[in-house]
């Protein structure tokens, strides 16, 4: 079955430790994408990437980071930095960015983050 | 501004009715707008999306966009109970997508 999946499902963190969420895809998509989801607030971006090897900050990128080493994964790390991580986070991918066009993005999952 | 605005609710309507969800968005250079529908504790899935203005069906679904007032709309007819979910409008930016914040909605038996 094609698909994103993400783990854990679900983690717990103490405060001031460093976690990697999980994330692959086996669509062959080139694009990858995680989102941060809280309540009332829809789903904002955090970082993006287009192709292997390179990733543009979203909108709320101070805390995280990612790398793209491989087309199938993304995995994002939540750092000590990020003031406030508990949340749902959410990885999607789509098949090739261009621009304005139409690009249905594929969404994993989720794993829900709380922070001790 | 949020480019995208959306009424988090939550709306709660009896089994049978027709729901109107609703959209604006700011920026005109938006050509295609998506509904995500989006369970409990579960990613979104896409419902259905439209090119610029105009009506598209699917079922009891449909989506509305108007351009001229930058108004996006979703209705379901005969609403069931398996429609409650979070309905998460979305319009296609550059290389990204633009999320409403999502409806909360509740279809009562």
């Known amino acids: 079955d094609g698909g994103i999946t993400q783990s854990p499902k679900y983690l717990f963190r103490k405060e001031g430790q460093n976690v990697t969420l999980s994330c692959e895809q086996n669509l062959n998509h080139d694009a990858m994408y995680w989102y941060r989801q809280d309540p009332g607030q829809g789903l904002r971006l955090i970082y993006y990437?287009?192709?292997?090897?390179?990733?543009q900050k979203g909108d709320i990128a101070e805390g995280y980071s990612v790398s793209r080493e491989k087309k199938e994964s993304f995995p994002l790390t939540v750092t000590s930095a990020q003031k406030n991580p508990t949340a749902f986070y959410l990885c999607a991918s789509s098949s090739s960015p261009s621009g304005w066009a139409y690009n249905e993005q594929f969404f994993g999952p989720g794993t829900r983050l709380t922070v001790l | 501004q949020k480019e995208v605005e959306q009424d988090p609710g939550p709306l709660s309507v009896p089994e049978g009715a027709i729901v109107s969800l609703n959209c604006t968005y700011s920026n005109s250079a938006f050509q295609y707008f998506m509904w995500y529908r989006q369970y409990s504790r579960k990613g979104p899935e896409l419902l259905m999306y439209?090119?610029?203005?105009g009506n598209k069906e699917d079922g009891r679904f449909t989506a509305q966009v108007d351009k001229s007032s930058k108004y996006i709309s979703l209705f379901i007819r005969d609403s069931q109970p398996s429609d409650s979910a979070t309905y998460l409008c979305?319009?296609?930016?550059?290389?990204?997508?633009?999320f409403g914040q999502g409806t909360r909605l509740t279809i009562n038996p």
């Open positions: 439209t090119y610029s203005s």
């Open positions: 979305a319009s296609q930016g550059a290389q990204k997508l633009v």
């Open positions: 990437s287009q192709i292997v090897n390179d990733f």
